[in-house]
């Protein structure tokens, strides 16, 4: 019925839609993303350091079977997401059940999470590499709750192997997240009874797959830019925690960069970062300044001139006559490339893309450290202000791209059309009811941990029951996605809110389960359950 549900709301929908936008509206299927896929995938997978492989993949796999205008014409990427997050959302129904959630309350629950989740589909027609991140993270939640039902057979550890490997070669966060996640809930599972031995091997079982995917995605990138680890973005998204910190000062954010060591290109790139044109009124887009100053892009020519609108020859000349020159036959390849091998920046955010934005960000992560140590109250009040934004505003995120025009509730138009949804007055309530739900849920998530371990200390006798508790091991990934994002990532931190709904819906169809259990000290009320 799940499924049934799930299709006939999401056939609707499809059938209702508007047509597909031209071809030239897509920013990251357009005809060079398409010739990058199909002509090129070998070279194009290799150079691409912004993204892990993961998605780049699929893609692929969709455009060697179908050509680019079917597939943006047809919605194909949409069809997909959808019929990927069908299986999804069954996988963590199934993962409710398995942990003793009761039936009927999870089977509403995740309808109401089905029909929510259609907008976050239709968002960017599910060609966004987070449309891919929701499934293989519910894979990944559904393995855990094997797992943690039963920790006995180590067959469990090799499918959290398995779902947290696939996890790791599509996003970028989770390559923190997912091993992290892992080694909390193996050492909650078995050293409370002292099994050693059993841990040891789970965790070998469980983590080699994903570090060794790691160890090959890192080399590969350290063979093209300077950045080690599964995205080029780590750098300088920890820049703009650092510019939260300082309030956007750009003096006080330069101060602490010459603190922190920073070479005189790194500031010559900073104090010449660029904003993008916009190719319809031929103005730059002034307010995307800080953006440019956290990533280093200092290449965006000051007119639409060319198909990438970029100009490496400023930072060419700085570094003929400054230095250092080992970093000129980097940015002199980017220049050639844009102009030779234009599909390598196709794809998702192409001035992200350039091998100089791994080198500048390598400089980025040692001045994060260093404002941590300079300036911790600064960096604390940042990472509360984007936790605010995440555990408020994320919730909200499948509403907030329902909507044509900002509102209350909505922050910004994040919406790709400007109708409202077929089926809004369907969809726009599904979305509000679970952000209900979904901070309610990760409220308590955030407080799981410490009452568990509280309460452990306290009855020496069910220590087992508190640390072991489903809702507190579930919980452990959900903190880990908060704390990477509020503290190592510094913008769309709403929109990173959806890694962690997998294990939110998963712990609000348990809910009843929990409330059962307390009622029971209120005899009056039983009567009502």
Not at 13 to 26: E, G, I, Q
Not at 183 to 188: G, P, S
Not at 374 to 398: E, H, R, T, Y
Request: aromatic content about 14%; some cysteine.
């Amino acid at each position: 019925m799940l499924i049934l549900v799930s299709l006939v709301v999401r056939l609707a929908v499809y059938f209702l839609l508007p047509p597909s936008a031209d071809l030239n509206k897509y920013q990251n299927s357009g005809p060079l993303y398409y010739s990058a896929l199909t002509e090129h995938f070998a070279d194009y997978l290799a150079f691409s350091t912004n993204i892990p492989p993961g998605t780049f993949i699929v893609h692929a796999a969709v455009l060697n079977i179908v050509d680019l205008e079917t597939a943006t014409s047809a919605r194909i990427f949409l069809m997909l997401v959808s019929i990927l997050d069908v299986i999804g959302i069954v996988l963590l129904f199934r993962s409710a059940l398995r942990i003793g959630a009761n039936k009927k309350f999870a089977f509403i629950i995740s309808c109401i999470f089905s029909i929510a989740l259609v907008s976050f589909e239709i968002w960017r027609d599910g060609m966004h590499y987070d449309h891919l991140t929701f499934v293989l993270t519910s894979l990944f939640a559904w393995s855990l709750v094997k797992a943690i039902q039963d920790e006995s057979n180590l067959l469990n550890a090799l499918w959290v192997g398995i779902a947290a490997a696939l996890l790791v070669s599509q996003s970028a966060a989770n390559a923190a997240i997912a091993p992290f996640s892992i080694v909390l809930i193996f050492a909650l599972l078995y050293l409370p009874r002292k099994q050693f031995r059993k841990m040891l091997a789970a965790l070998a079982i469980s983590i080699s797959l994903p570090l060794v995917l790691m160890v090959i995605i890192g080399r590969k990138n350290a063979a093209e830019t300077n950045e080690s680890l599964t995205s080029n973005k780590a750098g300088p998204a920890m820049m703009m925690v650092v510019q939260r910190a300082y309030g956007y000062d750009v003096a006080a954010v330069r101060s602490i960069m010459q603190r922190g060591g920073a070479p005189g290109w790194y500031l010559w790139a900073y104090d010449h970062a660029t904003p993008s044109v916009d190719y319809n009124t031929l103005q730059p887009f002034t307010a995307t300044i800080p953006l440019s100053q956290a990533f280093g892009i200092c290449f965006f020519a000051k007119q639409a001139t060319g198909y990438w609108n970029f100009d490496f020859n400023p930072l060419i000349g700085y570094l003929s006559a400054n230095g250092p020159k080992k970093l000129l036959p980097v940015v002199k390849a980017d220049a050639a490339d844009a102009v030779y091998k234009p599909y390598r920046f196709s794809g998702f955010s192409s001035e992200l893309s350039p091998r100089w934005i791994g080198v500048y960000g390598s400089v980025s992560k040692k001045i994060y450290f260093k404002a941590l140590q300079d300036n911790p109250w600064g960096m604390l009040k940042a990472f509360a202000k984007q936790q605010s934004v995440f555990g408020i505003c994320g919730p909200l995120f499948m509403y907030n791209v329902s909507q044509s025009k900002p509102n209350f509730l909505a922050r910004g138009a994040l919406r790709t059309m400007k109708e409202k949804l077929p089926l809004h007055l369907l969809i726009e309530p599904a979305a509000l009811v679970f952000a209900g739900v979904a901070l309610f849920v990760y409220i308590l998530s955030l407080g799981a941990i410490p009452f568990a371990l509280i309460r452990s200390v306290k009855n020496k006798s069910r220590r087992l029951f508190y640390l072991q508790h489903p809702f507190v091991l579930l919980s452990i990934p959900v903190v880990c996605i908060a704390v990477v994002y509020s503290c190592l990532v510094g913008g769309e931190n709403d929109r990173y809110f959806m890694q962690a709904t997998p294990y939110i819906l998963i712990m609000a169809c348990y809910l009843t389960v929990l409330f059962k259990r307390y009622i029971r000290k209120f005899p009056i009320l039983q009567q009502f359950i």
